[in-house]
């Protein structure tokens, strides 16, 4: 049987299945006698200090195997341990209504996810998940039950659910699961984001896989192409046995690359440079190959705290990645991108019917010019350590481009006058990911230094579809041809003003993708680390000359599976 899905994480894996459905966990609600309650109140506190010595060793292994970004959705949870009035709402139900501390936890709980579903933020909205992860993992502590997911298998497994949470994922042991499947998610979630960086094979959004598979089963996971088969045949098995032989020896091949340029077979160098959300993440990209970083995403430096990073944090976290870059590698630093899926509770923004579309990113900052300018002068003062570019998100407009650079003008002027270093000469971009800046890029290109395409919200905004809606999915495809054109025509008009284009979205590190952009012309290629030697090695296959032709042959194409089987036929079956 074969069971399509969205091709989350790259690899293959070949293995048992761990079909592992979600948990009820039952207990009985008892009323205490007055004198069981002090003993009552000291379980529940036990059970809250195991929770958060789990949740501290999950984040230290997150920021040690993952990054800090994610290793910060854990001290969020932390948080709730700590939160006066989640734990004394708990230890006043078992005061006063004199009930075990399993009925305190589940009554509180539900007090707080409803008041979290009913309020219009969306950020306090999301809020009411974590509490439930939290709650879960207490629990399960109360209960006596061991939280794993593989629990006590002797041999790897691919583990078949429903979805993972942050922490789940985080968890896995790659000695133990050798990838993983999921009813539910795409490309962008969490789990398939960490499952990218820890490099284990991942499907997602295959609807039903846990009703179609069986603990025991044998799988095949094709983590290029999204194909599950289940119990499949011996002749196939043995072909995908080979596929994974060939695959490790080109990963064992990909390695030798680390420190060679990013050069086509007939001398087109383009760089290759990693998207970051913090300074560790510039150390992982450097161990990966990278020529530089293409995107360090700000925003994680204001996520998962109570107050605004001050000039000084941001200058020591800007300056770090950009020593860590010797050599003089570029670092692009996108200015703070907030809005949208990501938000700061203590920023206080309206609630918005739709909030992609609404107050986010350099329309704050434009707004909020004194939060702006705090961090563009963290950015300049750091421009004396390396070779920082400071780019803007969200730019729909010229005069948008220029009210952010007379900003930065006032900045400059401001440390010019306090005597303090910077770089005179710093490169200033914008990110192309709204289709009116993609449309009227030969205007913008005037003015900014350089382009970014930010591919994952160009696609859902030129095809007016949310990419976490899995119901029009169809419609997310990054080879549309309106997209292509779009990302063809910036291309071309920073090239006739003498500048550079580059790609940070997730389509950057696509192997469908990149004969098309390298045809196009695109100079930079921003992705997450581990693909960027699999994409230097590819690189050195392909002749620019003759992908000029064929990147101009894919826009006259009709859809994007006629797009994909041309690149199939013509270029990736004869590498």
């Known amino acids: 049987m074969l069971c399509k899905g969205i091709a989350a994480a790259q690899g293959i894996a070949l293995g048992r299945a761990l079909v592992k459905v979600e948990e009820t966990l039952s207990y009985t609600r008892k009323t205490l006698a007055a004198d069981q309650v002090p003993a009552e109140v000291a379980r529940l506190k036990e059970a809250l200090n195991k929770t958060n010595s789990q949740l501290e060793a999950i984040k230290q292994k997150a920021l040690r195997d993952i990054g800090e970004a994610e290793a910060k959705i854990f001290e969020a949870h932390q948080l709730f341990l700590e939160d006066p009035e989640f734990v004394g709402a708990m230890e006043g139900n078992i005061e006063n209504d004199k009930v075990n501390a399993e009925a305190a936890l589940e009554d509180v709980r539900d007090m707080f996810v409803g008041m979290f579903e009913s309020m219009d933020n969306e950020y306090m909205r999301e809020r009411a998940a974590d509490l439930r ?36 994922t985080a968890q896995l042991d790659k000695s133990k699961v050798k990838a993983f499947v999921t009813n539910i998610g795409g490309r962008t979630s969490h789990s398939a984001i960490m499952a990218r960086t820890m490099e284990i094979p991942a499907i997602t959004g295959l609807n039903d896989i846990t009703e179609k598979v069986q603990t025991g089963d044998m799988l095949i996971v094709d983590g290029e192409t999204g194909d599950v088969y289940v119990n499949p045949e011996q002749e196939l098995i043995a072909t995908y046995q080979k596929k994974l032989e060939e695959y490790e020896a080109q990963k064992a091949a990909w390695a030798q690359l680390i420190n060679e340029p990013s050069v086509s077979k007939d001398g087109h160098h383009v760089e290759l440079v990693a998207n970051i959300g913090n300074p560790h993440d510039a150390e992982v990209a450097d161990k990966a190959g990278a020529e530089g970083i293409g995107l360090f995403r700000t925003e994680f430096l204001y996520m998962g705290r109570d107050n605004f990073p001050t000039e000084e944090e941001q200058f020591e976290s800007y300056k770090a990645v950009a020593l860590t870059m010797d050599n003089n590698r570029p670092v692009v630093i996108r200015t703070l991108d907030i809005g949208g899926d990501k938000e700061l509770p203590y920023l206080q923004l309206p609630h918005e019917m739709n909030p992609f579309l609404g107050y986010r990113a350099i329309r704050i900052c434009l707004d909020q010019v004194d939060l702006f300018k705090t961090q563009l002068r963290a950015l300049l003062r750091a421009s004396a350590f390396g070779n920082i570019k400071i780019m803007y998100p969200m730019i729909a407009t010229l005069k948008e481009l220029r009210q952010a650079n007379a900003i930065l003008e006032e900045v400059k002027a401001e440390l010019r006058d306090k005597g303090i270093a910077f770089n005179e000469e710093i490169e200033v971009g914008m990110m192309i990911e709204i289709p009116a800046a993609a449309v009227i890029a030969d205007q913008l290109a005037k003015e900014a230094d350089f382009f970014s395409i930010g591919t994952n919200d160009l696609i859902q905004y030129t095809m007016a579809c949310d990419r976490m809606n899995q119901q029009i999915s169809y419609l997310y495809d990054p080879y549309n041809p309106a997209v292509l054109r779009l990302i063809k025509n910036v291309i071309d008009a920073a090239h006739k003003e003498g500048k550079w284009a580059g790609m940070c979205g997730e389509m950057a590190g696509e192997e469908y993708a990149l004969p098309i952009l390298l045809g196009f012309g695109l100079d930079e290629f921003s992705m997450s680390a581990p693909t960027v030697l699999r994409a230097r090695h590819m690189l050195k296959q392909l002749s620019y000359a003759e992908l000029q032709a064929v990147a101009e042959h894919v826009l006259s194409l009709e859809s994007g599976e006629e797009i994909r089987n041309y690149i199939k036929v013509n270029v990736l079956d004869k590498l």
């Open 133 to 168: 992860d939290v709650s879960q993992r207490i629990l399960k502590n109360l209960l006596g039950v061991e939280d794993t997911l593989v629990g006590d298998s002797k041999e790897p497994v691919i583990l078949v659910v429903h979805d993972l949470t942050p922490s789940d």
